[in-house]
T-cell receptor, first 113, second 117 residues
Framework: KAGVTQTPRYLIKTRGQQVTLSCSPI?????VSWYQQTPGQGLQFLFE???????NKGNFPGRFSGRQFSNSRSEMNVSTLELGDSALYLC????????????FGPGTRLTVT | AQSVTQPDIHITVSEGASLELRCNYS??????LFWYVQSPGQGLQLLLK??????LVQGIKGFEAEFKRSQSSFNLRKPSVHWSDAAEYFC???????????????FGQGTELSVKP
């Protein structure tokens, strides 16, 4: 089976802009979670979608949003980018929701200048 | 509050030596437990998982981990380290479906492993 894919892999944006990141889960997986990874804060949970419904959301401002499509592909959007949003954004998929094992993609490296 | 602690930020071991990475968690109940490995610029790869049952679990790449309920620990071990094991290792916990937390995993801060030739 193909693994989790994320596009784009690298992105440079300017403060105030918005960005959309895409994630395609492993075939058959209906749960997609997003994480932000930074050197200072480590890996932090953003949100999880299962069958197109958001199941849980981390402690991030409303500028961070996401959605999931009927084919389980997911997108996350960050509006009004700030310098502190520079991070590696990781997507993970799982065949089920509820804290089970997740399989991660390679990530999107976002740099905000 | 739910948390995961990896006390060692950086560990250096000699190639061929044994390895133990520590992980302690704080949770209301026995969580689901995981170890992941991340190479520079890469995503995370699942090494092993524990849900219930036998407290010693085997994973990929020769790794194993032992769940100790009394110590709230889930330490990762490998009997003989290879140079290719140099990477960052993360311990993570999930609540399990009873607790309505969805797919949220909580990660430790990571332990960077260096391997001396």
């Amino acid at each position: 089976k193909a693994g989790v894919t994320q596009t784009p892999r690298y992105l440079i944006k300017t403060r105030g802009q918005q960005v959309t990141l895409s994630c395609s889960p492993i075939s058959g997986h209906r749960s997609v979670s997003w994480y932000q990874q930074t050197p200072g804060q480590g890996l932090q949970f953003l949100f999880e979608y299962f069958s197109e419904t958001q199941r849980n959301k981390g402690n991030f401002p409303g500028r961070f949003s996401g959605r999931q499509f009927s084919n389980s592909r997911s997108e996350m959007n960050v509006s009004t980018l700030e310098l502190g949003d520079s991070a590696l954004y990781l997507c993970a998929s799982s065949p089920r929701t509820g804290g089970y094992e997740q399989y991660f993609g390679p990530g999107t490296r976002l740099t905000v200048t | 509050a739910q948390s995961v602690t990896q006390p060692d930020i950086h560990i250096t071991v000699s190639e061929g030596a044994s390895l133990e990475l520590r992980c302690n968690y704080s949770y209301g109940a026995t969580p689901y437990l995981f170890w992941y490995v991340q190479s520079p610029g890469q995503g995370l790869q699942l090494l092993l998982k524990y849900f219930s049952g036998d407290t010693l679990v085997q994973g990929i790449k020769g790794f194993e981990a032992e769940f100790k309920r009394s110590q709230s620990s889930f330490n990762l071990r490998k009997p003989s380290v290879h140079w290719s094991d140099a990477a960052e290792y993360f311990c993570a916990v999930g609540a399990g479906p009873k607790y309505n937390q969805g797919g949220k995993l909580i990660f430790g801060q990571g332990t960077e492993l260096s391997v001396k030739p």
